[in-house]
């Protein structure tokens, strides 16, 4: 192993959360050795975040992009009602790269553990042949036969939406358009929140039927909800728009700022609605719940919102304003490359 | 997300091998979701199989490359004792590469996939900003309390490795040299065996108290064992020899290309003992037992050779056949980059 590299294990290791019980061996062992509570089931999730595919190193301060990396894989655990027990990184480096980017990564990666109790439990370094390129590993773990997955959505269940849709790709666009944005002003870009409060929740109380994270855009995930289930899905665009007037990205500039953005027109032409329709990378929780149960405004302090609901048969429907009905085709976003 | 990584998805979903009744969900949900035995804990591991820093495509063929890919992780569960239980893989692709390569890739990866039992439960796709980037994430179970850590060596205790040693960095300075090699005569470099059986059966006979595998190279790879359990390490010569002397690479070819190799003198001047002592790239077993304990020569057919014992106090020593003594300190194999 170069000294680079080793340096780098040491690095982690200093930087790493102290190891919580549950971890018996980490970083300095072949495996990293965890303890689940008995009767839990574990949670599996990995996720790349590779420049210029998943960010920028222009756009997007180093801490953010470490933030953002792990986010990826708390959502992915938050979707199935999880608690996350441990991350593991695979990073590499290229050999030009400064040391405070790297030290600025694991800040901004390692702030976010911490918020979650979750050690750095291992991973791998290498010498990167282009950019830097990371991978995320997140354990977590449910009790068995609780977690919640894509499948469970009957016909007539309400579907709900957390927080705000559209404020991430707004800003992406906003960045693509050579924007400098300042990174704490847009937080729903830069410092995703990952809802893993809501999502144990939601699991806890047994109301959510099927869950899934909006990485790829609504449209597109609400899409998975509905073939994994074998249901279709009608959503209401008058309870959508507050979905996307709620949004940081609305609030902070006003609405005109969000409209000068859609008149650009760019692929998707967003507008607020488009937005909230087809945004990805937003990590808010899409659900499903008995149209029986009640579902509470606010989950740990994260609002929610009813969108629409699942009916019989196959495909998406967008039902306007006016009472006109059209087809709601998946149309995620784009990466960045 | 784009097409052709969904069409990736699908293909890897379909060649992936059925899912095991540990496994509730898989690719397609959120997270994977497993169950292990009870009363047991959980290893994981997380490896980068990266283009031109671990392999090349001009000189490993695509199905090499995921046998070695996969072989990385399984060696790590290998090496606590433990039985692999899931993969997990992120793979990102350049869009120029052949849709056969990544085929032959998966093909190479899913057969020793197989052979293990091994679902691949989920992972990650993206494109590539460059190259083939692989990680590929273990899980493995073991009986809680009973993995078998790098730090459980005591003074006294014998040192001994799993089959041969060199032939794999033998076989990597000849492709360095220009030479074409074919894949299955050059088994041991092309298509590592994990040594899954032999630490599982040390575990369960709890005949090992340090183990490690030899990926970075025994004289590194004893270091860590030397480290982790403060211990120094005398080596034997004469006895590492019958390592270097049984390799594939040596019968295959006749000694006098061993030779031929070390003459050329590369970085690490490799003669058979050089190879043996520092060639990495191993997938072999080193492990630790108590000198009251029989070890067999043989484990689940696999060779197992003595090659020396732990001291007390620090660092690592060669006893050379004449009787004199020399330091021997880590130097591991470096990246092909």
Known sequence: ??????LLIQRIRRLATRQKDSVRAGIGDDCALLS????HQVLVTTDFSLENVHFRREWHPPDAV???????????????GGVPVAA???????????????DEFLRGLLKLARRHSLPLAGGDTAQSPGGVLADITVLGSVPAGKAVLRSGARPGDLIYVTGSLGSSLAALNELRDGKKLKPAAHAKHFYPEPRVAVGRWLRDKKLAT???DISDGLSTDLSHICEESKVGAVVYEKMLSSVGRSSRFVSGHGFSRAESVAQRSRA????????ALHGGDEYELLFTARPDRRVPKEIAGVSVTRIGETVRG???KLKKGDGSVTSLRPAGWEHFG
């Open 1 to 6: 192993m170069p000294l680079k590299e080793r």
């Open 36 to 39: 689940l509570p008995r009767g």
């Open 66 to 80: 470490g933030h953002r990396c792990l986010t990826r894989g708390l959502s992915d655990i938050a979707a199935m």
């Open 88 to 102: 593991f990184l695979s990073l590499a480096l290229p050999p030009e790269l400064p040391q405070k980017w790297v």
């Open 210 to 212: 099927a869950m899934i």
């Open 268 to 275: 998707l032409a967003p507008d607020v609605l488009e937005l």
């Open 314 to 316: 196959r495909g998406m």
